[in-house]
C-alpha cells in the first residue's frame, strides 16, 4: 500500500489549496479513505472522510462548510479541496485507509496559513 499526498504549501488566510493523494497497491475504489491533519503539540484529528463509492462523506467540526473531500477512482485519487482557508488550519495533513485491522498513512503534505 501506498499513498502520496501532493499540493500542500503556503497559503494566505482566505486563501484555497487543493490536496491529492494518490493511492496504489490496492484496490482503491473498494475501500473509504479519509483525511487528516496534525498540527505541531496537538493530536491527529480527522479532517474528512468519504466513502468508497463517494457518495458519503463526513467532515469535522472546524472545517465543514469550508474543505470538500472527493475521489477519482478511475485515478485512483484522493482529494481535499481547501478553501476559507484559516491560521488553525495550519498542520501536516496525511492520507489514511484502513485495510482490516491496519491504518495506512502517506507521508504527508504541510499547509501553511499566514495571516
Known amino acids: 500500500v501506498q499513498l502520496v499526498e501532493s499540493g500542500g504549501g503556503l497559503v494566505q488566510a482566505g486563501g484555497s489549496l487543493r490536496l491529492s493523494c494518490a493511492a496504489s497497491?490496492?484496490?482503491?475504489?473498494?475501500?473509504?479513505t479519509s483525511w487528516y491533519r496534525q498540527a505541531p503539540g496537538k493530536e491527529r484529528e480527522l479532517v474528512a472522510g468519504?466513502?468508497?463509492?463517494?457518495?458519503?462523506?463526513n467532515y469535522g467540526d472546524s472545517v465543514k462548510g469550508r474543505f470538500t473531500i472527493s475521489r477519482d477512482n478511475t485515478k485512483n485519487t484522493l482529494y481535499l479541496q481547501m478553501n476559507s482557508l484559516e491560521l488553525e488550519d495550519t498542520a501536516v495533513y496525511y492520507c489514511?485507509?484502513?485495510?482490516?485491522?491496519?491504518?495506512?498513512w502517506g507521508q504527508g503534505t504541510q499547509v501553511t496559513v499566514s495571516s
Open positions: 489514511n485507509v484502513r485495510i482490516g485491522i491496519v491504518d495506512f
Open positions: 497497491g490496492f484496490t482503491f475504489s473498494t475501500f473509504r
Open positions: 468519504i466513502s468508497s463509492s463517494g457518495r458519503n462523506t
